[in-house]
């Protein structure tokens, strides 16, 4: 995971957000000199994530901290592994603290479940996607959870993919209308993607030469009936409603990727804690 200028940001704003004018029970305890150790420890069986954004936290409360990873992002971990030790003065410890855990039990819990997801997969020649309903202004860092999951990254945003959705079709009046527009005014590189409800609209999408059809919400029946029409002149996606326990029936349909929002919006964080 990258630590760019855009999550330096996000970890200086989360930072201001728990500290403030600053830690007033540290401070009224702990000398600023006074030494400690630390680790970060796995409570539960999970997928790393965020290993370098926690330790980019630490040297951002106090650059005398050391930081020493023991496990890598996109590493699977069991109960009870140390995944980091920290030396540095306490109080820098203890103010680094929540934050650091914060993002590392989120970004881990993204990843873990994404692995659950992606193990079901291993039989079928399908890609799992995420999709755009991630944290404001954590999608960077929740995708790049999901890709230490072992899942694949939809388009970050929709400034760099042309999906043209129900509420699209409606306004613009018909899914021909809507992608002969869009052909007209996009580079010859961007593919076109649909979403479908129904077996007539996936006609009517891959005659108006849609390079990939979205079957949203669609049973698993369906979706094989779907696959079979179109058979192979454009890509295929399921995506609505995909869960762990419906998520190999799509697979079976022969769908060329799965889409599951469930990734980044209902992921539970990972048990991560700090022990001085």
């Known amino acids: ?77 069991k109960a009870n592994k140390t995944i980091a030790r920290i030396q540095g003065p306490v109080g820098s410890l203890l103010k680094a603290e929540r934050t650091a855990l914060n993002f590392m039990r989120r970004l881990s819990g993204i990843a873990t479940e994404t692995r659950k997801f992606q193990k079901l997969l291993e039989e079928y020649p399908c890609t799992l996607l995420d999709t755009r309903k991630t944290t404001p202004g954590w999608r960077s860092i929740e995708k790049a959870a999901v890709r230490d999951g072992g899942g694949s990254n939809h388009r970050f945003g929709l400034f760099d993919g042309v999906m043209i959705k129900d509420n699209h079709i409606k306004a613009a009046g018909s899914i021909d209308k809507a992608i002969k527009l869009a052909r007209q005014r996009i580079p010859p590189t961007i593919k076109i993607e649909v979403e479908c409800e129904s077996i007539s609209q996936v006609r009517t999408a891959l005659k108006a030469g849609a390079d990939i059809i979205m079957l949203d919400n669609m049973s698993p029946k369906k979706m094989k009936h779907a696959v079979d029409i179109i058979a192979s002149r454009a890509k295929t996606e399921a995506s609505g409603g995909i869960t762990r326990e419906n998520l190999v029936d799509a697979a079976k349909s022969g769908v060329d990727y799965i889409s599951v929002g469930a990734l980044t919006h209902s992921a539970k964080s990972a048990d991560i804690a700090m022990e001085i």
């Open 1 to 77: 995971m990258n630590i760019d200028h855009q999550v330096y940001s996000l970890i200086d704003m989360a930072i201001a957000e728990d500290l403030g004018p600053g830690d007033l029970t540290t401070d009224s305890i702990f000398s600023s000199d006074q030494k400690g150790l630390a680790k970060l420890v796995a409570r539960e069986p999970m997928v790393i994530s965020g290993i370098l954004i926690a330790r980019a936290v630490f040297l951002r409360i106090d650059e005398r901290c050391r930081f020493s990873p023991l496990a890598r992002d996109g590493e699977y971990v």
